[in-house]
């Protein structure tokens, strides 16, 4: 179940064409093939939400060079800048963003970096460093100093415990701690357990689990897999994004069949640990659209009240990624 980014994208295909099951979280060329969704017109709405996971790029290839192994045919949509987020995201409400690094740049982070520039007090930012470079707690301050409040680390088809094992990334969680900087872990279910130990062995290391863990990508909500999540709420400094509703369960709108695990997750984590978010633009492809997954916490998940509405919508991203 430890898909490659191309492997989930050929499934996600497949899925949303009524062919198969599973899904994808991420980016893939597939996602090109059908238009997305038609942004409404950026006008500030009220809410003050909080999205905490997008990603942006640039068709831009000379000023931001893609990294080796990536070519403009692979960035799909072409373009997603701030611009075009912004139209989504400002008419429901969202006025601060937490950018994810594109793998498509891999190790260099510049655009990411520079949008934070041009924004200031928009962006927040969870970028890629080599793990296996020298000097990689350097690399994470300076980092810091620039926006960046976390690190992603997706082991792909590595296992997850060797993926997790080394200097380096032991540095990198010593530093999460240290710094307040997050470890923020686009994983699969069967990587949990891994996980689970690195919070023991790390328990002062903020940790955000990206994409419920991706449980429910193959279409099925299994129950020993949300039992793993779910045991990681014992450590205090773990926190979940609910988030990638187009790739997850049945992946159609309005994603009511993902509620369940959800009010399990409230009642697990407490609303203080739990963020929504989009994964812009993927969210907004195949007729998928930006409103609709904001709306699932914000009129259709009838358990939660106001209160928890504001924690998941902003006060959770805010103290975890903008303080």
């Given at each position: 179940?430890?898909?490659?980014r191309?492997?989930?994208?050929?499934?996600s295909?497949?899925?949303l064409?009524?062919?198969g099951?599973?899904?994808?979280?991420g980016?893939?060329?597939?996602?090109?093939?059908?238009?997305?969704a038609?942004?409404?017109e950026a006008k500030p709405?009220?809410g003050?939400?909080?999205?905490?996971?997008?990603?942006?790029?640039?068709?831009?290839?000379?000023?931001?060079?893609l990294?080796?192994g990536?070519?403009?045919a692979?960035?799909q949509?072409s373009?997603?800048?701030?611009?075009?987020?912004f139209?989504?995201?400002?008419?429901?409400?969202?006025?601060?963003?937490?950018l994810?690094?594109?793998?498509f740049?891999k190790?260099?982070?510049?655009?990411?970096?520079?949008?934070?520039?041009?924004?200031?007090g928009?962006?927040?930012?969870?970028?890629?460093v080599?793990h296996?470079?020298?000097?990689?707690?350097?690399?994470?301050?300076?980092?810091?100093?620039?926006?960046?409040r976390?690190?992603?680390?997706?082991?792909?088809?590595?296992?997850?415990?060797?993926?997790?094992?080394?200097k380096?990334?032991?540095?990198?969680?010593?530093?999460?701690?240290?710094?307040?900087?997050?470890?923020?872990?686009?994983?699969?279910?069967?990587?949990?357990?891994?996980?689970?130990?690195?919070?023991?062995?790390?328990?002062?290391?903020p940790?955000v689990?990206?994409?419920?863990?991706?449980?429910?990508?193959?279409?099925?909500i299994?129950?020993g897999?949300?039992?793993?999540?779910?045991?990681?709420?014992?450590?205090?400094?773990?926190?979940?994004?609910?988030?990638?509703?187009?790739?997850?369960?049945?992946k159609?709108?309005?994603?009511m069949d993902?509620?369940p695990?959800?009010?399990?997750?409230?009642?697990?984590f407490?609303?203080?640990?739990?963020?929504w978010?989009?994964d812009?633009?993927?969210?907004?492809?195949?007729?998928?659209?930006y409103?609709?997954?904001i709306?699932?916490?914000?009129?259709?998940?009838?358990?939660l009240?106001?209160?928890d509405?504001?924690?998941?919508?902003?006060?959770?991203?805010?103290r975890?990624?903008?303080?």
């Open positions: 179940m430890n898909y490659s191309r492997e989930m994208l050929t499934r295909g497949s899925a064409l009524g062919l099951a599973a899904s994808v979280l980016e893939s060329a597939l996602l090109g093939q059908q238009p997305a038609k942004p409404e709405a009220p003050g939400y909080i999205d905490a996971h997008v990603h942006v790029w640039t068709p831009d290839v000379k000023k931001y060079p990294a080796s990536y070519k403009p692979d960035m949509p373009s997603f800048t701030p611009d075009e987020l139209a989504h995201a400002r008419p429901c409400g969202v006025d601060r963003i937490v994810i690094q594109m793998s740049y190790f260099d982070n510049s655009y990411m970096l520079d949008s934070i520039a041009k924004h200031p928009v962006f927040s930012g969870v970028a890629i080599d296996e470079k020298a000097k990689v707690a350097d690399a994470m301050r300076d980092l810091a100093k620039k926006g960046v976390g690190f992603r680390l997706a082991p792909g088809k590595e296992p997850a415990d060797k993926y997790f094992d080394g380096g990334m032991a540095s990198m969680w010593r530093t999460g701690a240290e710094s307040n900087l997050k470890m923020c872990l686009l994983i699969n279910p069967e990587a949990l357990p891994t996980v689970d130990k690195l919070c023991e062995k790390y328990p002062d290391t940790v689990i990206d994409h419920f863990a991706r449980i429910g990508i193959d279409g099925k299994a129950d897999e949300l039992a793993q999540l779910c045991r990681l709420a014992r450590h205090k400094n773990t926190f979940v994004k609910v988030s990638a509703y187009y790739a997850l369960g049945k159609m709108s309005p994603y993902l509620l695990m959800i009010r399990l997750l409230h009642e697990t407490g609303p203080q640990r739990l963020m978010a989009s812009c633009p993927f969210q907004v492809q195949n007729g998928h659209n409103r609709d997954s709306d699932l916490i914000l009129k259709r998940a009838d358990f009240n106001d209160e509405r504001k924690q998941i919508l902003g006060k959770t991203a805010e975890v990624f903008f303080s």
